[in-house]
């Protein structure tokens, strides 16, 4: 099943959830210097879940060169507005793209909206795509809760779908999808966060 109610949420809500997320936190721009130092300066990765695109220009400004994926064409709009440049709809857990073809893959915030029967699968995928020890950054609400929430960028409220995580859930996914964890950290403060870059093995 495509969750099409959390597809129609953001692509109503992406003006509005575009000016409020313009600026990526100071946690979140260490985590992005560490997983460039990790890929390489001139690498091409695939920002997966890339919304309206703030961390693909990020990306971009510093040499990468960045594929832009996301399910949503009101994201992908906002984010062509920004100057993001290759830019693919599509739903992670079919990744439209050859084998072992990027040296890292960024999904920020994106994985949380697949209910957690998906998830296995595309982390599988998220694999396939990666080079041999390629490098994989995902961030993740910490949690256990699992279905549709109201969002705050719209009135009334559009709902979204959330999946949540303990940070060994997470990890013991990642290992039994062929990852070697190499650095978690949780962030956050309001609402934490579990930041890990792993390794494709």
């Known amino acids: 099943m495509i969750d099409h109610i959390t597809q129609h949420t953001y692509d109503n809500i992406a003006p ?3 000016r409020v997320n313009a600026t990526m936190p100071e946690k979140l721009i260490v985590a992005m210097q560490r997983f ?22 990020y ?48 999904c920020c915030a994106s ?22 020890q390629g490098i994989f950054f995902l961030a993740i609400q910490v949690g256990a809760s699992e279905g549709y929430e109201p969002n705050p960028y719209a009135s009334p409220p559009l709902e979204r779908f959330f999946a949540r995580y303990s940070q060994p859930e997470i990890e013991s996914l990642l290992h039994a999808n062929s990852f070697q964890v190499i650095e978690p950290v949780i962030a956050g403060i309001n609402k934490r966060w579990i930041q890990v870059h792993a390794k494709a093995e």
């Open 16 to 18: 509005e959830f575009a």
């Open 36 to 57: 460039i130092a990790l890929v390489g300066n001139s690498a091409t990765v695939l920002d997966l879940g890339s919304g309206t695109g703030r961390d693909s220009v």
């Open 59 to 106: 990306m971009q400004s510093c040499g990468l060169n960045v594929v832009s994926a996301d399910f949503s064409m009101g994201m992908l709009s906002q984010a062509k507005m920004i100057g993001v440049k290759n830019l693919v709809q599509m739903d992670m857990r079919t990744i439209s793209f050859s084998d072992r073809c990027f040296q890292g893959v960024w």
């Open 111 to 132: 994985l949380l909206h697949l209910p957690k029967q998906f998830v296995s699968g595309t982390l599988t995928e998220i694999h396939r795509v990666l080079v041999h």
